[in-house]
């Protein structure tokens, strides 16, 4: 596409949901918005008369909080249909029936889109903080900071001098309505996207507490048979349904447990690093995107247009144009989604189960002396199977005709020596050189694999063209 990768950075949810009491006591939940919830538990929480910058300082760190437990999913994820409760004792005081002083609410209203965090994290600091009166804590002390504001420290010197030098403030952040966080559609092999690679993530660090879940060794948003042996064993160690599918039930166990070896309920969260973070999926495709992710799917539209006599194919060209919606659109309808036009998660998804049921339907004579498809997942280092013996195969069929790539080892294991024969291939013939198989570079080397195959192997009766003596 023509838009630069995207960090997965926290919005401020319009509304937030508020358990009026301990986690477990038996207490209704509210839903307020932020803004309003802020406004109220910084004015049960400090003082109006304050100097302004140790309410803004106090309005930040009351913010960073609510965020943190928000963007974890700190309740939700074990269970609870909550997003924050009104304990004290674990988080903020809220009271529905308070009074909001204006001053502060006016504050709040400009400065509800900021909160800090640790430099070079993603997630809000868990920014504890305490009255410094009757207790204190390892944060910000509420009546420390009235003392600092009143010697002239700013509202962000305030902030690190409690909670260190290597916190930045975030301003000017979106607003975006509440979602369930958990995939609209079950993750699986061949699934890709932005929710896998949030799941690669949170599996790969897992995995340093756990160490029988296999490392993924290439996060990057596209669900291979690595991750399905990573979620796999997730399920096998914590008693779920072993399908090699995360549901809802597999995601929210991988957050509660990512939650947890994390700690994030400390001060000193390890926070998400904008690396772990890169989206590498845009939310969906539409007229006017370019590049890589069109060429896949108009590679994959074409696949499936074969088998649909309603279809028509066209150029893979990497330009989403007229053509690719009115293809867009037939699949679309052909499948009973919305005809939008638009590739977004579910038509993506739908698209990939259409094309993988083909590949699988069709019986092995359907591939005597030609390639089979692209498996429907990419191949990269740590894959083993079949289809990895089959890639290598074909490698070496190349190999026979083209002098820079080399001859491999067929063991169904793609190793270095097989990611430098992918480099050469893919150098030799103007691809994306990532040492990875997607449906791109496949369909290159099934191609020639087709042409070097037709072209050595002669049925009876076929003879070469010069004279016989």
């Not at 160690?237 to 509660?256: C, H, N, P, S």
């Not at 293809?327 to 579910?346: H, K, S, W």
Request: aromatic residues 12%; contains cysteine; hydrophobic residues 35%.
């Amino acid at each position: 596409m023509n838009t630069p990768p995207q960090v997965l950075s926290p919005t401020i949810p319009e509304t937030i949901v508020v358990h009026l009491g301990a986690p477990d006591e038996a207490a209704p939940n509210v839903e307020v918005s932020f803004t309003d919830y802020i406004s109220n538990v910084a004015s049960n929480e400090v003082y109006p008369s304050w100097n302004e910058n140790a309410l803004i300082a106090n309005i930040i760190a009351q913010t960073s909080f609510a965020l943190n437990r928000y963007y974890t999913e700190f309740y939700r994820s074990q269970g609870y249909d909550f997003d924050i409760t009104s304990s004290t004792q674990l988080d903020q005081a809220y009271n529905p029936s308070g009074s909001v002083f204006e001053n502060i609410s006016l504050l709040v209203d400009d400065y509800f889109d900021s909160y800090i965090r640790r430099v070079g994290n993603v997630e809000p600091l868990f920014a504890l903080y305490c009255d410094g009166l009757n207790t204190t804590c390892a944060g910000l002390s509420q009546r420390e900071s009235a003392r600092l504001a009143n010697e002239g420290l700013t509202p962000i010197e305030i902030l690190k001098y409690f909670y260190g030098d290597d916190i930045e403030l975030v301003t000017d952040v979106s607003i975006s309505t509440p979602q369930e966080n958990s995939p609209t559609i079950p993750l699986r092999l061949g699934s890709v996207g932005n929710n896998v690679y949030i799941l690669q993530t949170r599996l790969n660090r897992i995995s340093a507490n756990y160490p029988s879940i296999p490392k993924i060794p290439l996060v990057d948003g596209i669900f291979g048979t690595e991750t399905e042996r990573a979620v796999l064993e997730f399920q096998k160690i914590f008693g779920l349904e072993q399908d090699g599918i995360v549901g809802k039930a597999t995601w929210y166990e991988i957050r509660q447990k990512y939650n947890a070896v994390k700690k994030l309920n400390e001060l000193l969260s390890e926070g998400l690093t904008y690396d772990e973070v890169l989206l590498q999926f845009a939310d969906s495709l539409s007229e006017g995107d370019t590049g890589l992710p069109v060429s896949l799917l108009q590679y994959f539209l074409n696949f499936v247009s074969a088998f649909t006599t309603d279809f028509t194919d066209i150029p893979i060209n990497g330009i989403y144009d007229g053509a690719t919606v009115e293809l867009v659109m037939d699949f679309q309808n052909y499948t009973g989604l919305p005809t939008t036009g638009v590739v977004d998660e579910l038509t993506w998804n739908a698209l990939i189960d259409e094309y993988r049921g083909i590949i699988q339907s069709l019986p092995p004579s359907a591939y005597e002396g030609v390639a089979r498809p692209f498996p429907g997942f990419v191949l990269r280092i740590g894959s083993e199977g079949e289809d990895v013996r089959t890639l290598q195969e074909y490698i070496n069929v190349l190999s026979t005709a083209y002098d820079s790539i080399p001859e491999i080892t067929v063991d169904g294991i793609f190793d270095e020596e097989t990611r430098n024969a992918v480099y050469a291939i893919q150098t030799l013939f103007d691809l994306t050189v990532d040492g990875t198989v997607g449906a791109i570079t496949w369909s290159k080397i099934a191609d020639e694999y087709n042409d070097i195959v037709a072209g050595t192997q002669r049925e009876n009766n076929q003879f070469p063209g010069y004279d016989i003596e």
